[in-house]
């Protein structure tokens, strides 16, 4: 058996780059462009999230319907007017709040604090933690 040099190694937690994720700025052609059925060409992805149906509600809002295992799974586009470059953001269909990417889940998308993902800088054990502050106390 080859040995690489991952070999041997275990990891229990999960970093957000391990995930696949779709960013707010590349359906900004989804903002005009006509209504229907669309697909995500990405090898990463499941049909279920490559495939989407847009959308648009009376208010004039667009969003995407991805239907991930028969649940519908919305997620609105969101153009923030208050600054010039309008800037547009997606919907977390969890939270409901305006992200500028979501993470693809095995059944869903959603955003890294819904997920309840972990950035590297944050992945200090409890018990590290308590062990740094024994030693500081001891000095
Ligand atoms: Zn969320």
């Known amino acids: 058996m080859p040995k690489c040099h991952h070999y041997g190694r275990t990891q ?8 696949h994720r779709i960013q707010a700025n590349s359906f900004k052609s989804l903002l005009t462009k006509p209504l229907g059925n669309y697909s995500i060409n990405s090898d990463y992805f499941s049909s279920e999230h490559q495939k989407f149906k847009l959308t648009k509600l009376e208010c004039g809002v667009r969003l995407m319907t991805f239907t991930i295992n028969d649940k519908p799974h919305k997620i609105v586009l969101i153009v923030d007017k208050r600054i010039a470059s309008n800037k547009l953001y997606i919907s977390c269909p969890y939270c409901q709040k305006q992200r500028q990417s979501l993470y693809a889940i095995k059944y869903a998308y959603g955003c890294r604090q819904c997920i309840g993902l972990h950035y590297a800088s944050q992945s200090e054990r409890p018990q590290e933690r308590l062990m740094r502050r024994i030693r500081k106390l001891r000095k």
Not at 12 to 19: F, L, P
Request: aromatic share 24%; glycine share 0%.
């Open 12 to 19: 229990s937690r999960v970093y957000t780059s391990e995930y």
